[in-house]
């Protein structure tokens, strides 16, 4: 009975791997992950978007939350971004945005491939760049920008910056 006994064994195996790969998908990406773009998320950037369904969705930075809002009209009910000086979380209407400094939230999700005659050539869209910080204070988005570069938007104006991009 060995070959049987290592069928079981190997039937076992597979469904205990399956249900870790399933338990691991299910509850250690959902809450480490941007749930628009798939990126890792990092406290200082992180944004959370509040569906009207009740759902929670977080997102790596405050540019991906607001793609998201401006695809799915009317499903939001609020956006908290992440103050950058303090890491506490704001609504995303009272904050001031630092816009394309050096600092990046998101690592690019990848290095533009190399140009090869007769290949065609795709632009890699990346709703995470130009990056986007947010403050609470704005002397504190002024002496962050005096470091780093950027400029300074108001909500209104990274709407219009989001639509873009
Ligand atoms: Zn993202």
New binding site residues.
């Given amino acids: 009975m060995r070959v049987r006994d290592v069928f079981i064994g190997a039937v076992f195996l597979a469904v205990v791997a399956g249900a870790t790969y399933f338990a691991y998908r299910r509850f250690v990406l959902p809450g480490n992950q ?6 890792e ?1 990092h406290a200082g950037h992180a944004s959370v978007l509040l569906l009207r369904t009740g759902k929670r969705l977080e ?3 405050p ?2 939350a607001l793609h998201h809002d401006q695809h799915h009209a009317g499903q939001v009910a609020s956006i908290l971004v992440a103050d950058h000086a303090t890491g506490e979380k704001i609504r995303a209407q009272d904050a001031v945005y630092v816009e394309g400094s050096d600092e990046m939230p ?1 690592m690019p999700m990848s290095a533009t491939p190399p140009r090869e005659p007769g290949v065609e050539y795709k632009v890699a869209y990346d ?2 760049v130009p990056g986007l910080l947010a403050f609470r204070d704005e002397a504190a988005a002024r002496r962050f920008l005096a470091a780093h570069g950027g400029r300074i938007l108001s909500y209104g104006q990274v709407l219009e910056s989001v639509k873009q991009r």
């Fill in positions: 941007c749930g628009v773009c798939g990126r998320i997102t790596c930075c540019r991906c998101c709703r995470c």
